[in-house]
């Protein structure tokens, strides 16, 4: 394998799979080679396989569906009958997000403005965009510490990153409290700067 390759072999990348009446996958993060079984509304069985490579020295992902090979740029989507496959080069979209994506002051209450207060919000957790916490992690602790799934801690970590910040609902001050602590603690552990912390209507953040 020459180093051009092992170059394009190690890079991230995020996949979607979609048929027209269905989402299979959504922003899954891979490296390398990555394998998805999925089975259409027809009862028909889809293996998707994904494998970045150099092509005529040229970068491409190839797509082997169920036997059938084709090449995708790093940044394409596919359509094969009913089956869409989408993927974007995620090193290159975090690469550039650094540049676009708002940062806002620690200090910031997201509480005091109306556009980022949710329909009936009284009490939950901030969340701040940074430019060096990597998206996955901010899906990985939504998905285990908030209780999301995988397709809406997505979406959530691009509305972060998009508006520099996120106010999700809880049902109890305690409960924000609770997973603040959690996940101030995981991004500790892995000395990443995110900003989570509880917060209620009508009350100061806490600290």
């Not at 939950?124 to 940074?130: A, K, L, Q, S, W």
Request: net charge negative; hydrophobic share 40%; with cysteine.
């Amino acid at each position: 394998m020459s180093s051009k390759d092992n170059e394009v072999a190690k890079k991230r990348f995020i996949v979607c799979i979609d048929e027209i009446q269905q989402n299979f996958v959504f922003g899954e993060q891979f490296a390398g080679r990555y394998a998805k079984t999925v089975t259409l509304s027809d009862g028909s069985v889809r293996t998707v396989e994904l494998t970045p490579m150099i092509r005529n020295g040229m970068p491409w992902v190839e797509l082997n569906d169920t036997g059938a090979r084709t090449y995708m740029g790093l940044n394409g989507t596919t359509t094969n009958g009913r089956l869409m496959v989408q993927i974007r080069d995620l090193d290159a979209m975090e690469a550039e997000s650094r540049l676009q994506s708002p940062v806002l002051q620690p200090a910031t209450s997201l509480i005091a403005f109306p556009d980022f207060l949710p329909s009936g919000f009284t009490q939950g957790i901030e969340i701040f965009n940074d430019n060096i916490t990597p998206m996955q992690f901010v899906v990985s602790v939504l998905c285990a510490h908030v209780g999301l799934s995988p397709e809406d801690a997505s979406r959530t970590m691009l509305d972060i990153h998009a508006r520099g910040g996120a106010l999700l609902p809880t049902s109890s001050l305690a409960e924000a409290e609770r997973i603040a602590a959690q996940i101030s603690a995981e991004a500790a552990n892995q000395n990443y700067p995110l900003v989570c912390r509880p917060v209620s209507i009508g009350c100061a953040d806490i600290p």
